[in-house]
């Protein structure tokens, strides 16, 4: 995946303390932004949202 984009909640200053995320038709890759080369997470599609939508609902920040 090529097109890697970082959070929105990246924070101020130089935002080294965030994901960044790359999507396409079928999947979503979550990365370490201070190490990129490094593994990342795949999910396909059909759970990110619902995936996310849990993290907000337990209440731990994204």
Same mark, same amino acid.
């Given at each position: 995946?090529?097109?890697?984009?970082?959070?929105?909640?990246?924070?101020?200053?130089d935002?080294?303390?965030?994901?960044?995320?790359?999507?396409?038709? %079928?999947?979503?890759?979550v990365?370490?932004?201070?190490?990129? %080369?490094?593994?990342?997470?795949?999910?396909?599609?059909?759970? =990110?949202?619902? =995936?996310?939508?849990a993290?907000?609902?337990?209440?731990?920040?994204?």
């Amino acid at each position: 995946m090529d097109n890697w984009r970082k959070s929105s909640y990246s924070g101020e200053g130089d935002g080294n303390n965030c994901v960044e995320v790359a999507v396409s038709p %079928t999947r979503t890759a979550v990365r370490d932004s201070k190490a990129p %080369t490094r593994a990342t997470l795949t999910f396909p599609a059909a759970v =990110f949202t619902p =995936f996310l939508d849990a993290l907000k609902e337990s209440g731990k920040e994204l």
